[in-house]
């Protein structure tokens, strides 16, 4: 299993991202909120992933950058549990929370969220 998260694993296409919160569904796990759209076998390999933190909830910049490095090296490794139910689609996950939070508690909810995830796939 590949552990990277490459650069074709990122949602990026505007459009993809304004359909996926129009029609998307949703699990939640303090802090973090997981959107996701079951996507075309012909555009979306796999699952591909985006990663926010909104202004309003925290201010500083750098702080917002610092927690999605976090969840996006959370997510790398919890990757292979997201794709084991063989998933097309496209997902973000939005952290809200008004208070930073560490890895620990990011990769708890990270794995609450996998097993809500699993539940709903199989």
Request: proline share 2%; aromatic share 12%.
């Amino acid at each position: 299993m590949n552990f990277k998260l490459s650069k074709k694993d990122i949602l990026r296409k505007k459009k993809k991202i304004d359909l996926l919160f129009s029609e998307g569904a949703s699990i939640s796990s303090f802090p973090l909120r997981f959107v996701y759209m079951k996507g075309d076998e012909k555009e979306a390999s796999s699952l591909e992933v985006g990663f926010s933190v909104p202004k309003r909830n925290i201010k500083l910049a750098t702080e917002r950058n610092r927690l999605k490095r976090k969840l996006r090296e959370v997510y790398r490794l919890e990757k292979k549990g997201f794709l084991e139910g063989g998933f097309c689609g496209y997902g973000f996950f939005i952290y809200t929370s008004k208070k930073t939070a560490d890895e620990e508690k990011l990769a708890k909810a990270m794995e609450v969220l996998l097993k809500k995830w699993s539940a709903i796939v199989s």
